[in-house]
């Protein structure tokens, strides 16, 4: 803990001394956000499963269902898509728009099924987990 | 090993609760015991266990999201929430104060003389010290916008020469009041007045230290890089927290110091 307070001292230090010279070292600038402005960017230090989620968004990529579900037809040609890491996941149907009943059932893969109560079409995608 | 396949966060088991509610049972047995025993000592024990209890928890918290990565979008989004909520309910903790303040102040009483301020109480000139505090709050309202446009800029420099000036108006706010009340020609146990005026400034100025504090952890973590461009809530939470304890001082600025004389 004294080693750490002693640490930060030593760096407000750092901070108070006026940097030498011009400000900016001679040469081409860095396009990192740390050698440049002295904050890291995520891109630098974001971790774990923050980094994870982030580089799957750059890809255009979303294997942590944070986004809503893609919206299909829901018809046989064009049935609703659903990924899942084994071979079968929930799917709550929503029919119609505002309906308060949501129709609950297992997906399997294979064949695409339909909803009970509406007949939508919905088809297993299973993939698996980047790690 | 088994992933999640979902962006939420799912914390280990921890013992910081369980001691937050030890340390809760401590200081409300403790003031008990103070009233009524003439001991301090389970109410400080209390107060120990508590700021030790927070302290952990909230490193645990820092561990988690900046080191580990576990802040995802979806988990910052719920921290938002959390920290809205929370300041929400202190908004209608102070509300009640007012109410207090305005039941009191608006019909006074054959007691206190039938006028407000009472009979007897010299109330604090507002243009005085209560108005360079009031200067000092809104002062650090714009330091700390500054702070934050600089730590959205990656200028490292001007982030913590920002957040510095800020925390130091704060600490200027509580010295001043601290002086206020040493000075002030009337105290808690001057009737309602003194009541309605101590309670509230009073519990205002322990939000202040607690935003102070809060402040302080967030020069800390910026000076040892915790925070990017980009993904930096705890200082956003933080700023929240400031400016209600400035929008809380302006009301009672205007209510209790200025209409209030």
């Not at chain 1, 893609?70 to 049935?79: C, H, I, L």
């Not at chain 1, 079968?88 to 109560?117: T, Y």
């Not at chain 2, 645990?60 to 995802?72: A, S």
């Amino acid at each position: 803990m004294a080693s750490r307070l002693l640490r930060v001292r030593g760096a407000l230090r750092a901070l108070r001394r006026p940097p030498p010279g011009p400000l900016r070292a001679p040469g081409p600038a860095p396009a990192r956000g740390l050698a440049a402005g002295g904050i890291p960017s995520d891109e630098e230090q974001a971790t774990g499963l923050e980094r994870k989620v982030m580089q799957a968004m750059e890809k255009g990529q979303d294997p942590y269902n944070i986004l809503q579900p893609k919206r299909y037809a829901g018809t046989k040609e064009d049935p609703n898509l659903v990924p899942s890491i084994s071979s079968k996941r929930i799917v709550g149907c929503i029919c119609e728009e505002d309906n308060s009943c949501v129709i609950w059932f297992w997906l399997h893969k294979g064949e695409p099924q339909r909803c009970p109560s509406c007949g939508a079409h919905y088809k297993l995608v299973p993939h698996h987990l980047p790690h | 090993m088994a992933h999640q396949m979902h962006a939420y966060h799912m914390v280990d088991p921890s013992p910081w609760p369980l001691t937050g509610a030890a340390a809760a049972l401590l200081m409300t047995s403790g003031l008990a015991m103070w009233f009524h025993h003439n001991s301090m000592l389970l109410m400080t024990l209390g107060l120990l266990i508590m700021l030790l209890t927070m302290f952990q928890w909230w490193r645990d918290v820092i561990r988690e999201g900046t080191f580990q990565g576990h802040h995802t979008p979806p988990v910052q989004k719920g921290l938002r929430y959390g920290m809205i909520l929370f300041i929400t309910s202190e908004v209608f903790f102070f509300i009640g104060f007012f109410w207090a303040f305005y039941h009191s102040s608006l019909a006074p009483t054959p007691e206190l003389g039938g006028c407000w301020p009472p009979t007897g109480i010299t109330p604090l000139n507002p243009f005085e010290v209560p108005l360079l505090n009031t200067a000092v709050l809104l002062a650090s309202g714009v330091t700390i916008t500054w702070t934050h446009h600089s730590l959205m800029e990656m200028n490292r420099n001007q982030t913590i020469q920002a957040l510095t000036i800020t925390i130091l108006l704060g600490l200027y706010f509580t010295a001043l009041q601290a002086m206020e009340y040493y000075e002030a020609p009337f105290t808690i146990a001057d009737g309602v007045y003194g009541s309605t005026f101590f309670v509230a400034t009073g519990f205002h100025g322990l939000h202040v230290i607690i935003g102070s504090t809060f402040l302080i952890v967030c020069l800390l973590r910026q000076i040892k890089f915790h925070f990017t461009s980009t993904h930096h809530f705890g200082f956003e939470a933080a700023a929240w927290y400031w400016h209600f304890v400035d929008v809380v001082w302006l009301f009672l600025y205007v209510s209790i110091y200025w209409w209030g004389s």
